[in-house]
DNA sequence: CGGGATCCCTGGAGATACTG
DNA sequence: CAGTATCTCCAGGGATCCCG
């Protein structure tokens, strides 16, 4: 609502197209929910063992991104009231689908990294040179 | 390299689909290349064109992701050299095929984004509760 | 028309320390 | 073990003005 605004939600009166990726991206945005999704999509897995698995979150990101996660209903979060306690996150259906899409972009980067990579290069050795 | 790195490369040691998608995302996050790149897929487009089209985005954002994504190999700038000058923009096929897939996310989020705003009511509502 | 250059502000993310 | 709470920093993005 405000013009300060870094949500992209501005565009949702746009084509429907751009905000739909949008809401996407949005929620899958940030540094770390990829990596989590993946993780949690293989199974149950213990706060721990993704602060392990994620190498180079911290603390405060994981849970943060983890609550966002669940809130959208793409992980679900099983306290054990055991002590210690243990909690686990999976994955749930909805995000399962998401991860198939996911997957289809991770094949268009593999197939395509390469070519970016020296498209990449090109451009910033023309630039470079005009600078 | 430094800890002090919003890039996500950091995690390029991890999964090698963590990798990929980031690497994706990372090339089409911000706020408006995803709307550049839908008007740029149905055929040339002038800058101006973009600036009113996307409804929101500043001419420097526009300029910026503009760069971007043409550095990146995925629009194709075409300038003639009349007066007033004239530029046009175009999806490479290489941003055609990422279309395809951007697609796929889309159809994700359309049918999902009444569920998801629901749990997400669901959840402020637990949650807001507690506090 | 199609940008560049500059200044400013905000929100995402890191570091660190504390707790049930 | 699984978080919270604070402080801080920086890069993405907005506003504005200038230029060929």
């Known amino acids: ?14 084509l429907p197209a ?3 990726v949008i809401e996407v991206l949005n929620r899958v945005s940030g540094k770390w929910a990829i990596g ?9 897995v213990r ?3 993704l602060e392990r698995a994620i190498n180079g979150i911290s603390r ?17 979060r099983t306290v054990y009231p055991t ?3 243990k909690v686990e996150y999976e994955a749930t259906p909805r995000a399962r689908e998401l991860y198939e899409y996911l997957m289809g972009l991770t094949g268009w980067a593999e197939r395509h ?18 600078a």
């Open 60 to 76: 405060r990101m994981l849970t943060l991104t983890l609550r966002n996660l669940e809130r959208d209903g793409l992980l679900e």
């Open 83 to 85: 002590v210690p306690p």
């Open 47 to 49: 706060f721990t063992e």
């Open 1 to 14: 609502m405000s013009p300060r605004n870094t949500d992209v939600s501005a565009q949702v009166d746009e």
């Open 36 to 44: 989590i999704l993946i993780e949690a999509t293989r199974g149950p």
């Open 18 to 20: 751009v905000c739909s």
């Open 113 to 130: 990294r390469g070519a970016i990579a020296a498209a990449r290069a090109d451009y910033d050795r023309r630039e470079g040179a005009v």
